[in-house]
Nanobody, 120 residues
Framework: QVQLVESGGGLVQAGGSLRLSCSAS????????MDWYRQAAGKQRELVAT???????NLADSVKGRFTISRDNVENTIYLQMNALKPEDTAVYYC??????????????WGQGTQVTVSS
């Protein structure tokens, strides 16, 4: 199993920055893609950013130019640097990972979520 622990959320004014981190730990063979999703109140969860184990990145159009995602494969940790934050970025941000177990099963895991609130 994989445990994902997120940190870095909080309250920030519009135009400010926050950095989220998510660390994967547990008994697994390899972590494949790691992602950040977000869910605003009353809305569906949406994919924000994805980074593969070899560093390929995809960002949602709504965050391109403002957010960056990076990864430390040694620590199995990803980061989401969020700049020029807008009130519409307010959401609970969830870390997600797909990982291969020692029995070669591909499983999906979610973090507990961290609240990001951007005030206008």
């Amino acid at each position: 199993q994989v445990q994902l622990v997120e940190s870095g959320g909080g309250l920030v004014q519009a135009g400010g920055s926050l950095r989220l981190s998510c660390s994967a730990s547990g008994n697994f063979f390899h972590v494949n893609d790691m992602d950040w999703y977000r869910q605003a109140a009353g809305k569906q969860r949406e994919l924000v950013a994805t980074i593969s184990s070899d560093g390929r990145i995809n960002l949602a159009d709504s965050v391109k130019g403002r957010f960056t995602i990076s990864r430390d494969n040694v620590e199995n940790t990803i980061y989401l640097q969020m700049n020029a934050l807008k009130p519409e970025d307010t959401a609970v941000y969830y870390c997600h990972a797909s990982a291969v177990t020692h029995s070669y099963r591909l499983l999906q895991f979610w973090g507990q979520g961290t609240q990001v609130t951007v005030s206008s």
